[in-house]
């Protein structure tokens, strides 16, 4: 580093020099370079560089160059700013005399601020910090709502649409979008892109232009108007090569060519970050059904017009279409919500349970601080009144106390950004993909302005604690009561000290309680049966179009189950935890109830071995044959669940039911199944039928399914190889492993349940701590009166007990009210719950017995110690 | 202005300076804190102090010759002046008062 190997570090010179005063800085800087030089021989060069940068470290340099101006009056009346110095200076080398204690208070608050910063960032990353488009709050969703299925969020059809736009103007003016694919024709073979159609005018609504070119225009976005197609800037990256000059150029997509208009700029990911292209949807009213919901509509409201006005207008609008056009939207309802509420919809109530538990994790790091700073206000009682005494005025030693809380607030509240950074990498790793917009999650300035201002307000909470048992001016109750040992916590002080350790056992135990329920929860659920064997399934898609598209399906499927390693392999609709299942309103024969009331049912397109593909287990009947062909009566096969609701207590088998409309023809059963959980583990079972593809053949594309004990690459790899083969052309996508779409399906739950934990155990950790500090300090306290009990021959034994004893009423306290917590608490935890109620009894008595045992033994091992110490040295050691 | 008493680290840096005589420097007082007096304390504690006592009176301070071993920056060399020499006096004499008659246990 340095040109000179003797020579001593150039940095501490550097600003050693830049501290002294000019007429000092060459005998500093030469004395420094003698002592540097004659430590190194004896020393060695490293201890030498050590000593000379331990010269920075000394107060002494500031008050060099303090001292030495003229202009400033003599140190005795100070200012404001020098009487800070001071303070800070005091409160820091105060600190530094009792390592052990501020180590623990500096660890203590740095865990609280930095757990709660993290949190805090992720709720203002992701809930508070505004959607990343102009004017975002004023962007609204309007859906559909379905009121007998259930459904909140539904989409519209297109003439649905088109009369909201035009009748809603008013109030907002509103764009829609659905989702789109496209295949691309690269020599390595065929690629399926992700997008959406959307109105021309979804890009004025959302305000963002594009990067390069242009968003498409009116013009563009009618029927019969040549393809155009926005990029997403991802997509123009990988596939483009970031391509300037690709506006205005021709690209075959799906076979058809399409203009490219526009870019759009890196990060913009609207409606997820999935969209890869844009496209203009090119909406026909006139052929388009008034019951084909597939759009989503997005708005931006008008001036002055709130999100209640709208959903006012909107729904007393579309109630007098409907009436219009009865039958297709008979009991659809309308529902307008802020697009960022609908975007953090599954996540803002954990995100608040997060925060308030993190919130009560600072309490107690808070109240463990404080105790700890009012057990040494006692120590230091003596050491405040000898200042008092010498006419340190009431506000100055308040001021002292108050110095050293901050200094002990600020340093804990680095050290917990620090902390948070950590956890925050852990959060946003377990959060990806349960959490919306994690990417947006990071400490900015809004996050560390939140951290200084939690730390500061923890500060003035213990110094204002700290002045208050302390600060009281008793001169000579100080000097006496200093002489004893340690006995000196005023009254009001020991009171403060047992009511913080009955607050800390009782939040601990709350969040412990709330911890226990959610994990209790995420095991029942795991152990919950999924109704098939997910392990060695794997899965992928394709689409194919054309008349011939049934017979290629059927080939695939033909070849793939030949394939060697291959077990069995069949088609389907939709997977267990999948995407893609439909539902339709069904009814039993010889039901009279009216279609409205129909409930929806789940359906599924499946050929091949489906059931034994996924092991489920075939309880009546049969399941599909080669002869439930394209002309031969229409077959499904039921699940239990479907088959209790329809014939309850008789054979499902041979009798018959309708899925759709009335016109659609009467199907015959022809076998029982057991039940699957077709969306997640906490779900139940949903009624469901299931139907041959050869009778099915609306439907757009298939999973190929298979069973193998090959590893999942391998079995992918061949399976392109057979799709390769049969029609180039076609892409696989969607390739899905059974056991991750499960796992997957359990993430959200087993993400909370941890977070809680962690919380819950660092809840108690601090609170043993807390009640082991306390119990430890009033037996310290108490040191001298036991060692006379034990002089005058009390047991040992029996003074243990009266310790604990002790200890424990303030254990069980804190017991009690941490359950009337819970109580009060655990329904926030409802929705998060599965096959426990969130008063669990079982739950409740394990999680208040364990904490119980924990703070006996908190109390038990400072007694243990009191009792077993020589009398007449405690005695002596006054 | 009343005669001040002097602090512990002052009357320390005193007798140092009286020690070592005509090789008064800061690096040289500093060494004899530490081995001497068992007083560790950083150059900028040393030059604080002498500056205290040069602003009292107490000591004065010349510059003095550079040499080799200091990279040719010069020396400030200290010595007492008769306000020190007494203020020492005064300082051996309060404390031989104050300690007479008296012991101390756990020396």
Redesign the interface.
């Known amino acids: 580093m340095s040109p000179e190997p003797r020579a001593p570090p150039r940095l501490a010179r550097r600003i050693?020099l830049a501290?002294?005063p000019a007429d000092?800085a060459?005998?500093?800087?030469?004395?420094?370079?003698?002592?540097f030089?004659?430590r190194v021989p004896d020393r060695g060069l490293l201890r030498a560089r050590l000593w000379y940068w331990?010269?920075?470290?000394?107060p002494?340099?500031l008050?060099?160059w303090r001292?030495?101006r003229p202009s400033l009056p003599p140190p005795r009346p100070r200012m404001l700013g020098q009487d800070l110095l001071h303070d800070v200076r005091y409160a820091v080398r105060s600190l530094a005399r009792q390592p052990t204690f501020a180590a623990i208070a500096l660890v203590t608050l740095a865990v609280g601020i930095g757990a709660t910063t993290a949190v805090f960032s992720m709720v203002n990353g992701v809930l508070l910090r505004p959607l990343p488009y102009p004017d975002a709050d004023r962007l609204v969703m309007v859906f559909r709502t379905v009121p007998r299925f259930g459904f909140n969020r539904s989409t519209a059809s297109f003439p649905d649409f088109a009369d909201w736009r035009d009748g809603g103007a008013r109030v907002a003016r509103l764009a829609a979008y659905s989702s789109a694919r496209l295949t691309s024709q690269a020599p390595e073979g065929a690629e399926r892109w992700s997008g959406y159609s959307a109105t021309a005018n979804l890009g004025p609504v959302l305000g963002v232009p594009a990067a390069l070119g242009r968003w498409f225009t009116d013009a563009e976005d009618r029927p019969g108007a040549p393809l155009v197609i926005v990029l997403s800037h991802g997509l123009w990256q990988a596939r483009f090569g970031g391509d300037v000059g690709i506006v205005g150029r021709s690209v075959v997509l799906s076979g058809e060519a399409h203009t490219v208009v526009g870019v759009m700029p890196p990060g913009f990911d609207f409606p997820s970050d999935a969209a890869q292209f844009w496209l203009p949807l090119r909406g026909d009213p006139g052929v388009m059904e008034r019951d084909g919901n597939f759009l989503t509509v997005i708005g931006r409201l008008r001036d002055q017009i709130t999100v209640a006005r709208a959903r006012a207008e909107l729904t007393a609008l579309a109630a007098r279409i409907d009436a219009e056009a009865p039958g297709a939207n008979q009991g659809y309802g309308l529902f307008v919500e802020s697009r960022h509420a609908f975007v953090v919809r599954n996540a803002r109530h954990a995100l608040y349970v997060f925060l308030g538990a993190v919130a009560l994790v600072l309490l107690i790091a808070c109240a463990n601080v404080a105790n700890l700073l009012l057990a040494r206000g006692a120590w230091r009682a003596r050491e405040l009144a000898i200042r008092a005494a010498v006419g340190a005025g009431r506000g100055r030693l308040a001021r002292l106390l108050l110095a050293e809380s901050a200094v002990l607030g600020l340093a804990g509240g680095a050290l917990g950004v620090g902390v948070a950074l950590l956890l925050l990498r852990a959060l946003v790793t377990l959060g990806t993909g349960q959490v919306p917009r994690i990417d947006d999650v990071r400490l900015d300035a809004t996050v560390l302005g939140f951290a200084a201002a939690i730390s500061l307000a923890c500060a003035l909470v213990f110094g204002l604690v700290g002045t208050l048992a302390t600060g009281r001016g008793d001169v000579t109750r100080g000097l006496r009561a200093g002489s004893t040992y340690g006995a000196s916590v005023s009254r009001i002080g020991r009171r403060l000290q047992r009511s913080f350790v009955v607050v800390q056992v009782a939040v601990a135990v709350t969040l412990s309680l709330g911890a226990g329920l959610l994990v209790k929860s995420f095991v029942r659920l795991t152990a919950t049966e999924p109704g098939f064997d997910p392990a060695h399934v794997v899965a992928a898609r394709i689409a194919p179009r054309g008349a011939t598209r049934f017979e290629l399906m059927e080939r695939v499927l033909d070849q793939t189950a030949a394939t060697p390693g291959v077990e069995t392999a069949a088609l389907a609709y939709d997977l267990p935890f999948g995407e893609h299942g439909f539902s339709s309103g069904a009814v039993p024969e010889g039901r009279t109830e009216g279609e409205a009331e129909a409930p929806a049912i789940a359906g599924n397109v499946v050929a091949g071995a489906y059931f034994e593909v996924l092991r489920i287990p075939l309880l009546r009947g049969r399941g599909f044959e080669a002869g439930d062909a394209v002309g031969s009566p229409p077959v499904a096969v039921v699940n239990e669940t479907l088959a209790r609701a329809f014939w309850p207590g008789a054979d499902p088998v041979g009798r018959r039911m309708r899925m759709g409309g009335s016109d659609e023809p009467w199907t015959t059963v022809v076998g029982v199944v057991g039940d699957v959980r077709q969306r997640s583990l906490a779900e139940a079972p949903a009624s469901t039928y299931y139907v041959p593809l050869a009778q099915s053949q609306w439907v757009d594309g298939m999973f190929v399914i298979v069973r193998s004990e090959t590893p999942a690459a391998g079995v992918v790899g061949a399976l392109r190889r057979v799709v390769g083969e049969l029609e180039p052309s076609l892409p696989v996508t969607d390739v899905a492993v059974s056991t991750e779409l499960v796992s997957r399906s359990v993430r959200a739950p087993r993400f909370r349940a941890l977070v809680l934990a962690v919380f819950g155990v660092a809840a108690v950790l601090v609170a043993v701590a807390g009640v082991y500090g306390v119990i430890a300090y009033s037996v310290s306290a108490r040191r001298r009166e036991l060692g006379i009990r034990v002089a005058l021959g009390a047991a040992p034994r029996g003074l243990v007990g009266q310790v604990v004893r002790d200890g424990m009423w303030l254990a069980a306290g804190g017991v009690a009210l941490g359950i009337g917590g819970a109580l009060g608490l655990s329904r926030f935890l409802r929705g998060f719950l599965f096959g426990v109620g969130p008063l669990d009894p079982a739950t409740f008595a394990t999680v208040a017995a364990a904490l119980a045992a924990v703070a006996t033994v908190a109390c038990y091992v400072p007694a243990r110690r009191a009792a077993a110490a020589d009398p007449l040295e405690t005695m002596r050691a006054e | 202005v009343p005669e001040e008493i002097l602090g512990g680290l002052q009357q320390l840096v005193l007798l140092a300076v009286l020690r070592l005589g005509h090789d008064a420097y800061g690096a040289r007082i500093q060494d004899e804190l530490d081995r001497r007096g068992g007083r560790a304390v950083a150059i900028s504690t040393v030059y604080v102090t002498l500056d205290r006592l040069e602003r009292r009176g107490l000591v004065r301070s010349w510059l003095g010759e550079p040499t080799p071993v200091r990279g040719g920056k010069a020396k400030r060399y200290y010595a007492l002046t008769a306000g020190g020499a007494r203020a020492l006096q005064q300082a051996r004499s309060a404390l031989t008062r104050m300690w007479a008659g008296l012991r101390v246990a756990g020396g």
């Open positions: 050693l501290l002294t000092l060459d005998a500093i800087d030469g004395d420094l370079l003698e002592g030089r004659a331990r010269q920075l470290i000394s002494d340099i008050a060099l001292e030495r």
